[in-house]
């Protein structure tokens, strides 16, 4: 046993067994290094002809002369213009093309950003999870797979993927309660089990939205289910009154004067017979993006909880 100990021996002989043993780790992971190589560019081999495209310009597009930045110039331009199908084939080209590391993760996000808009969330699932080998801290990829997972309503690795951003110091909570919602919605007793679920201002209106339950909460977050329904509740909040009186549901307090100019402009066009509308629009307090519809996640920077109701006063000629 006493072979094994060099502090026993010539330091020479000790020196030389330690040179041996260097030499031999260094051609192992050498080896392994090959081998994980090619079974790297085998898999990329593979996922690239899964999604492939037929394309009579490919070999021209394959072409040296084009550069990864050339390639990725001309998909956006053909993402922009929505044609989907010349962007992914773009895409997948350049990726064939590169073995840089830094490369290959932008290719995966944009050709998954691309199947995202074009509806193929399984495709853009399956991209994203290459992208995520690559780095798995790209919080991009992590948020835009978390909507990929919404939509095609897998809630368990939905509330999986939370909690990785949590481990990147994203605030979950609010938007794990809201998945565990949706989670619950087609089982039996749903209604019961969601109410058990932590309040939050999103939670709120949408037990609003789906079951009527009303739970305090701020105006500025439900006015436009409001004016769907046009059901006068909580009046007593000045807020609520202001709303239903524009609306004249209810009937006018002693001393009441309006405080919100949107809402004295419609009162005063209504009783002067005017055709008037309540018209409103989404705001993403994240990106500044405007919807025409209400959003949980912010379709453009995927952001929970930053919608920002905005409303104005129109002429309606179909009233």
Request: glycine share 2%.
């Given at each position: 046993?006493d072979?094994?100990?060099?502090?026993?021996r010539?330091?020479i002989?000790?020196?030389?067994?330690?040179?041996?043993?260097?030499?031999?780790?260094?051609?192992?992971?050498?080896?392994?290094?090959?081998?994980?190589?090619?079974?790297?560019?085998?898999?990329?081999?593979?996922?690239?002809?899964k999604?492939?495209?037929?394309?009579?310009?490919?070999?021209?597009?394959?072409?040296?002369?084009?550069?990864?930045?050339?390639?990725?110039?001309?998909?956006?331009?053909?993402t922009?213009?929505?044609?989907?199908?010349?962007?992914?084939?773009?895409?997948?080209?350049?990726?064939?093309?590169?073995?840089?590391?830094?490369?290959?993760?932008?290719?995966?996000?944009a050709?998954?950003?691309?199947?995202?808009k074009?509806?193929?969330l399984e495709?853009?699932t399956?991209?994203?999870?290459?992208?995520l080998k690559?780095?798995?801290?790209?919080?991009?990829?992590?948020?835009?797979l978390?909507?990929?997972?919404?939509?095609?309503?897998?809630?368990?690795?939905?509330?999986?993927?939370?909690?990785?951003?949590?481990?990147?110091g994203?605030?979950?909570k609010?938007?794990?309660?809201?998945i565990?919602?949706?989670?619950?919605?087609?089982?039996?007793?749903?209604?019961?089990?969601?109410?058990?679920?932590?309040?939050?201002?999103?939670?709120?209106?949408?037990?609003?939205e789906?079951y009527?339950?009303?739970?305090?909460?701020?105006f500025?977050?439900?006015?436009?289910?409001?004016?769907?329904?046009?059901?006068?509740?909580n009046?007593d909040?000045e807020?609520?009154?202001?709303y239903?009186?524009?609306l004249?549901?209810?009937?006018k307090?002693?001393?009441f004067?309006?405080?919100?100019?949107?809402?004295?402009?419609?009162?005063?066009?209504?009783q002067?017979?005017?055709?008037?509308?309540?018209?409103?629009?989404?705001?993403?307090?994240?990106?500044?993006?405007?919807?025409?519809?209400?959003?949980?996640?912010?379709?453009?920077?995927?952001?929970?909880?930053?919608?920002?109701?905005?409303?104005?006063?129109?002429?309606?000629?179909?009233?």
């Amino acid at each position: 046993m006493d072979f094994f100990f060099v502090e026993y021996r010539d330091p020479i002989v000790g020196l030389i067994f330690l040179t041996l043993l260097i030499l031999i780790v260094a051609l192992a992971h050498y080896a392994w290094r090959i081998f994980a190589d090619k079974d790297e560019e085998q898999k990329l081999e593979k996922f690239i002809k899964k999604f492939e495209l037929e394309n009579a310009h490919k070999e021209l597009l394959r072409s040296e002369n084009l550069s990864f930045s050339n390639l990725s110039f001309l998909a956006e331009i053909f993402t922009k213009s929505g044609e989907f199908e010349k962007s992914s084939g773009i895409y997948l080209i350049a990726l064939e093309k590169t073995r840089d590391k830094d490369e290959q993760e932008a290719i995966f996000l944009a050709l998954a950003k691309v199947y995202f808009k074009a509806g193929f969330l399984e495709k853009c699932t399956e991209v994203l999870l290459n992208a995520l080998k690559i780095r798995p801290r790209n919080k991009e990829a992590l948020k835009l797979l978390k909507i990929s997972y919404l939509k095609l309503k897998k809630y368990k690795e939905n509330l999986e993927l939370l909690e990785c951003l949590f481990e990147l110091g994203e605030d979950i909570k609010e938007e794990a309660e809201f998945i565990k919602a949706l989670a619950l919605e087609n089982k039996e007793n749903a209604k019961e089990q969601i109410i058990k679920l932590d309040d939050n201002a999103p939670l709120k209106r949408y037990m609003f939205e789906k079951y009527g339950i009303f739970k305090k909460q701020e105006f500025a977050q439900i006015c436009d289910v409001l004016y769907k329904s046009k059901e006068p509740i909580n009046t007593d909040d000045e807020e609520y009154y202001e709303y239903f009186y524009m609306l004249g549901l209810v009937e006018k307090k002693e001393g009441f004067t309006f405080k919100n100019s949107h809402f004295k402009m419609y009162h005063i066009l209504r009783q002067n017979h005017f055709k008037t509308r309540l018209e409103f629009s989404y705001m993403c307090l994240e990106c500044k993006s405007i919807m025409p519809l209400f959003f949980y996640h912010c379709p453009v920077c995927y952001e929970f909880n930053r919608c920002k109701i905005l409303y104005e006063v129109k002429n309606d000629e179909m009233c």
